[in-house]
Nanobody, 122 residues
Framework: QVQLVESGGGLVQAGGSLRLSCAAS????????MAWFRQAPGKERESVAV????????YYADSVKGRFTISRDNAKNTVYLQMNSLKPENTAVYYC???????????????WGQGTKVTVSS
């Protein structure tokens, strides 16, 4: 059983940056693909970024390409999401997730964190 705990959310002005972290425990972190999802009020949860277990491949939603960067440190059992040039439409609760293989579907991930709220003011 893997436990995931996100941190780093908060309130930021448009154009600013935040770095989200997700610390994992209770499992073999290095064997899992990791992903960040987000859910804005009144909207469905969507995939933001995915990173393979071995750091060799990443995926980004078109809306965040060039602004967000996903990374992982398997020695620290942590995955990160660096978010730059934030926009008000990036306001959402951001969740990290762990799964057996890289994919962009919520159902493809077995373990989820509790979420961290990101609010971007205009």
């Amino acid at each position: 059983q893997v436990q995931l705990v996100e941190s780093g959310g908060g309130l930021v002005q448009a154009g600013g940056s935040l770095r989200l972290s997700c610390a994992a425990s209770g499992g073999t972190f290095s064997s899992y693909a990791m992903a960040w999802f987000r859910q804005a009020p009144g909207k469905e949860r969507e995939s933001v970024a995915v990173i393979s277990w071995n750091n060799r491949s990443t995926y980004y939603a078109d809306s965040v390409k060039g602004r967000f960067t996903i990374s992982r440190d398997n020695a620290k059992n942590t995955v990160y999401l660096q978010m730059n040039s934030l926009k008000p439409e990036n306001t959402a609760v951001y969740y990290c997730a762990a799964g057996p293989y890289s994919n962009t579907y919520s159902r493809g991930y077995n373990y989820w964190g509790q979420g961290t709220k990101v609010t971007v003011s205009s």
